[in-house]
């Protein structure tokens, strides 16, 4: 029996929880990209602090998204008004369950609707095929960010509104 995915605009009550589900994203579900080197974690973490959070939700011009697995919140996503996605990620216990699309589909969805023809992003190694399947595709070579390698990927919204 498959469990309901949700998504829904974050809040400033999510603000907490939202912080969680990076900081643990990153920390577990991304440990085969920075293997667990602790510089790496800090300066990817950096940005993710429950101060930069409130920061987002108070800019009219970002789309935060929470996903919901059987109404809990397990993974979040955030792009500009712009069309470039920021991130999105998902706690790894509830990986490959259909979040990470779900939160896709409505940045993209929301995003068409503001008249954006089209999505880009960076992803980390370990994403490229996330983000392939969604039929992004690479742009341009990687880029280097905190010792790490990101690819620029971007996407047609012409079919998605």
């Not at 991130?87 to 503001?114: H, K």
Request: aromatic share 8%; glycine share 8%; hydrophobic share 45%.
């Amino acid at each position: 029996m498959d469990i309901p995915v949700t998504v829904c605009p974050a809040s400033v009550r999510d603000a907490a929880v939202i912080t969680r589900i990076l900081n643990r994203s990153i920390q577990a579900g991304c440990a085969a990209d920075h293997r667990n080197d602790a510089r790496v974690i800090a300066a990817w973490s950096r940005n993710k602090s429950l101060e930069h959070v409130c920061t987002w939700l108070d800019d009219t011009n970002l789309y935060l998204h929470l996903g919901l697995l059987a109404g809990k919140p397990v993974g979040v996503a955030l792009a500009r008004a712009t069309g470039q996605v920021y991130l999105c990620y998902v706690q790894p216990e509830c990986f490959r369950r259909g979040v990470g699309q779900a939160l896709m589909a409505s940045l993209e969805q929301r995003l068409a609707q503001a008249g954006r023809l089209c999505a880009g992003l960076y992803s980390s190694p370990s994403a490229r095929a996330f983000y392939r399947r969604l039929g992004y595709r690479e742009t341009g070579p990687a880029v280097s960010v905190f010792g790490l390698f990101f690819w620029p990927m971007a996407k047609s919204l012409a079919r998605v509104a």
